[in-house]
Structure formats: C-alpha cells, structure tokens
C-alpha cells in the first residue's frame, strides 16, 4: 500500500517537473535549422526584429499559416537561443470588413521601437490590403503601452505618397528614426524621418539609391550607417549587399565586397535579410537576422542568425553552422 502511494506521488512530481521543464534547451545558434519555442512549437516570427526592454529581448515577426498572413506574433527571451511565446501581438480583424486591417490582408517585416517620451512602443510594419495582391504597397501603425500587447492599429498609408513595400525602421543614437523603405515597385530605396512620437512620417524624405533592392535592415558601428539589402527575387535567395554612409542623409556608398563568406554566400546563405540585432550593451556585437523562406509552407521558413564581424575590410558575414554568444569573446583569428 505504502509503496503503491510512494509510486503514485513520483509519478505525480515527475509528470509535474516534466511540465514544468522547457520542451528543449538551447544552447547554440543553428542557422536554418527548426527552431521550437518553450511550448514545442515552430518560432513563427518571420521579417520580424528584436527590441530590448528591461532585462528581456523581444522577437516580432510574422506569424504565417502555409501561405496566410495571420498577424505579428511577439516572443521573449534573455539569451537569445531560447524563446518564449508570449502573444500574437497584433491580429488581423475578423469582424469588420472596412478595417484596413481586416483577415486576409498581408502584414509583413514588423518592426517594433520604443518611444521614451510618450513611454508608447510602435509597431510599424508593410501592409498589403486584403484581396489586392501587393499593389496597395502601404506602410502601418500600431500602439501599445504593453510590450507584448495587444497592439491597437492606428493607420496605414503611402510615406509622403511613395509606395512602399519591404521596409525597416532605425532608431538613431540621438532618439531620431527613420523609415527605409522599397519604393517605386521596388526600384527605389527612400528613407523618411519619424514625426518625435513616431506614429507617423516627416516630410523629410530622400531616396537613398535607385538600384532595385528590398529587404532593408541597417545598423550603425563607429559613427558609419550600414545598410544590408537584397534583390528582388520573391521568396527566393539572391545576393545581399552592403552600402555605407557617415551622414544618413547623405551619399550611401555600396561596397564592391559582399559582405556575406562561405558556403551559398552568393544567396545569403539561402536566406533574406531582415534585421541586424546590436547585442545589448556591447559595443562591437551584432546578430545579422534573415529569412530562410519556404514558400510552400511559409510557417516553417527557417531563421538564419549569425554574428557580424567587424575586423575585415567591411563587416562581413560568415557562413556557420551551429555557433553560440562565445564567439564574441574569442580572438579575431578564430573567427
Ligand atoms: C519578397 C519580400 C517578402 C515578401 C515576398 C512575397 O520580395 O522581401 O517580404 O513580400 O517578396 O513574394
């Protein structure tokens, strides 16, 4: 009888401690490979960008069905390998056919920046409006005071007329951002600069170059501006490359380098680019983010996380199959 009681009350605590556990550890970066959440299900955050606010960094991305748009989903994580669900932050709308919003339009490359004034984190992201392919070409707003959400929309619209499309926002050193953003069917890339509360664009609007690239996804290193991009290829991979500049407004400058080494280095690895992620609070590390797109079953397209290097002539990327947060730390002829 004892014994029977013993053996129910273990199996209890070990049923208890294997809720209790995260369905997998990780403890590396393996670019391309599935990546489960703590519920055991596929990261589903894709085009998406990383924030970090109090002690926590937050994944946005979009959430996709097989081919569905089905809103922006947010995740949290405090290193970077291991990720928790947290909300779908932002929803497509089902109840009323005049929101621009409504179910069946596509969102796409959310990107989410905190304003320290109006204390508001804005989600801005690419609209297409339900049923129009991707001809509306429209930039979108959303707010929350939570950073998970959920986010209320606030409007869409074309930056100062402009079509846009395939877009990231950047958030300057002094508090300024900026919208850059595919333009003209893609041919032109335009940079805009946020209104201060960042819910909406300035008349200040430039285009930086005419060279048909879409993809955006900038950093600053060094008091330069980088700038990665791709062709304009769909779903599938193409060439990234890296343009610079030392005033934001001024002339952006492409390297005649690909930034990106290694195996498939001429498709980005199999990939799209998507956000460069500067580690919080250290100075020279960045986490280039991209897309390993599946357009049969957009849910499981992959994510390729790989760290920048900052030593060689430009900053470049190095093919790696598995990698963790050490290689930071180890001596640049390591790398
Ligand atoms: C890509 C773009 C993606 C998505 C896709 C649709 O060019 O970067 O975000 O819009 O086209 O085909």
């Given at each position: 009888m004892k014994t029977s009681i013993l053996v129910a009350i273990s199996f209890v605590i070990a049923i208890g401690t294997a809720i209790a556990q995260p369905v997998s550890t990780n403890n590396q970066f393996l670019p391309g490979q599935k990546l489960l959440d703590n519920q055991g299900n596929f990261v589903n955050a894709h085009g998406g960008a990383?924030?970090?606010?109090?002690?926590?960094?937050?994944?946005?991305?979009?959430?996709?069905?097989?081919?569905?748009?089905?809103g922006v989903n947010v995740y949290s994580s405090t290193d970077l390998c291991n990720w928790k669900f947290e909300a779908l932050a932002l929803a497509p709308v089902s109840t009323d056919t005049n929101s621009e919003i409504e179910e069946g339009c596509v969102m796409e490359r959310p990107k989410i920046i905190y304003n320290q004034a109006t204390k508001q984190y804005v989600l801005w992201f690419h609209l297409e409006l339900k049923g129009q392919g991707y001809a509306a070409a429209r930039v979108a707003v959303a707010v929350s005071n939570q950073i998970t959400g959920p986010y209320q929309f606030v409007r869409s619209f074309r930056p100062n007329g402009n079509m846009s499309r395939d877009m990231t926002i950047f958030q300057d050193d002094d508090g300024l951002a900026y919208l850059i953003y595919s333009s003209r069917e893609n041919y032109d890339l335009r940079i805009t600069q946020l209104t201060d509360d960042y819910l909406s664009v300035t008349t200040k609007d430039k285009m930086l170059f005419s060279n048909h690239r879409?993809?955006?996804?900038?950093?600053?290193?060094?008091?330069?501006?980088?700038?990665?991009?791709?062709?304009?290829?769909?779903?599938?991979?193409?060439?990234?490359?890296?343009?610079?500049?030392?005033?934001?407004?001024?002339?952006?400058?492409?390297?005649?380098?690909?930034?990106?080494?290694?195996?498939?280095?001429?498709?980005?690895?199999?990939?799209?680019?998507?956000?460069?992620l500067p580690v919080q609070g250290k100075k020279d590390q960045f986490i280039f983010i991209a897309d390993k797109w599946n357009?049969?079953?957009?849910?499981?397209?992959?994510?390729?996380?790989?760290?920048?290097?900052?030593?060689?002539?430009?900053?470049t990327v190095q093919w790696m199959e598995n990698w963790n947060m050490n290689w930071f730390q180890q001596p640049v002829s390591k790398h």
């Open positions: 990383v924030i970090f606010q109090d002690g926590k960094y937050y994944w946005f991305g979009e959430k996709r069905g097989t081919s569905a748009s089905e879409e993809a955006p996804a900038v950093f600053k290193h060094n008091n330069l501006y980088y700038l990665i991009t791709s062709g304009c290829t769909g779903w599938q991979p193409n060439k990234a490359s890296l343009h610079a500049t030392k005033n934001i407004w001024g002339d952006w400058v492409e390297s005649t380098l690909n930034p990106m080494r290694g195996l498939e280095w001429d498709k980005t690895f199999g990939g799209q680019s998507t956000y460069v357009s049969r079953n957009l849910k499981d397209s992959r994510y390729i996380w790989l760290p920048i290097q900052l030593h060689t002539e430009i900053p």
